[in-house]
């Protein structure tokens, strides 16, 4: 099923292009794409099944957060392709990106629902339970329900827990600080990910027998805790076993004020991979990152790092 992606900006006047029967809108950022977010995703293709309409999505980019200046949140579990690769795979029919910008955070709750929602002509919008918009997000779930003209109906999905706690970005973001992988995957509802490109280093793994890619990331993805990691390598439709070190090297390096680098050393492969781009998909997180008192140290513990994560990823 083919997904159809439009990025519109306020006020919407495109009207010749929606569906002469209407259809079924899921609002919000969906940062992460994480099971929250799908409980909504899934209850809006249920219902525009059930209507014979299309099941559409209206997301934001850049992320408002972003615009809003609110900096420490600026990192991204799912940039914008990624995002639009999972809703496809959900069976979205219709992304609306809109393009968000420091005026539309200015719009009032009911000059967006006028100028933005009701011309697309939705029969069912469904939202999150801490769902808002508008300016200083005023509108909540409830504001669209007073906004929505007849034939339309506003659907709240309620919080979804695991373990007590209810599954958000944020926490997800918190767990990934923290290294808890398993924990990020049943939030998520698969393994995280991050894609970079394959600038030079400092040329040292290739001088110790582990030569590693240095990865610089497509986009201001949330990075993991420094430490070292078991990852699967997507490179080219193929997919490798590696070991991904996040950190400062401090073997090699005093200085603690540099921005961590991600190094991943490919088991049994030896090849230059410079100016690629890989996607690395974070199995099992192995230890911290340590300052060793020789290179022959470290050699010994990387090759019991392999070692396990032949194991892990086997």
């Not at 002469?20 to 940062?31: E, H, L, R, T």
């Not at 639009?84 to 005026?103: C, S």
């Not at 309620?158 to 398993?182: C, F, V, W, Y």
């Not at 192995?286 to 470290?298: A, D, G, I, N």
Request: no cysteine; net charge neutral.
């Amino acid at each position: 099923m083919h997904m159809d992606i439009r990025r519109i900006q306020y006020p919407f006047t495109e009207l010749h292009s929606v569906p002469p029967d209407g259809q079924v809108i899921a609002i919000g950022d969906f940062d992460g794409v994480h099971l929250g977010h799908r409980e909504v995703i899934s209850r809006a293709i249920e219902r525009a099944r059930s209507l014979g309409v299309p099941a559409a999505i209206m997301t934001f980019d850049p992320h408002p957060r972003e615009v809003l200046g609110k900096a420490q949140y600026s990192r991204i579990l799912t940039p914008i392709d990624e995002k639009m690769r999972l809703f496809a795979e959900l069976g979205v029919d219709q992304v609306y990106i809109v393009h968000f910008t420091p005026e539309l955070a200015r719009v009032s709750p009911e000059d967006y629902y006028k100028n933005m929602l009701y011309p697309l002509k939705p029969r069912v919008i469904v939202v999150g339970f801490d769902f808002t918009f508008g300016h200083r997000g005023q509108g909540t779930a409830e504001t669209l329900a007073k906004l929505a003209k007849a034939g339309e109906s506003i659907e709240v999905i309620a919080p979804h827990n695991m373990d007590g706690e209810k599954i958000s970005s944020t926490l997800i973001r918190e767990q990934l600080h923290l290294g808890r992988l398993e924990r990020v995957k049943s939030l998520l509802g698969r393994h995280y990910r991050i894609q970079g490109k394959v600038v030079k280093g400092e040329g040292r793994g290739r001088k110790i027998g582990y030569p590693t890619a240095n990865l610089e990331p497509l986009d201001r993805y949330v990075i993991p805790r420094q430490g070292v990691y078991a990852v699967r390598v997507y490179l080219d439709g193929e997919t490798l076993k590696g070991v991904m070190n996040i950190g400062i090297k401090p073997t090699f390096h005093e200085d603690e004020e540099q921005p961590p680098t991600l190094e991943v050393h490919i088991l049994d492969r030896n090849e230059d991979l410079y100016g690629r781009t890989l996607e690395i998909e974070f199995a099992a997180y192995l230890r911290p990152e340590m300052k060793f008192s020789s290179v022959e140290m470290l050699i010994e513990q990387i090759a019991k790092d392999a070692q396990r994560a032949k194991q892990i990823l086997a």
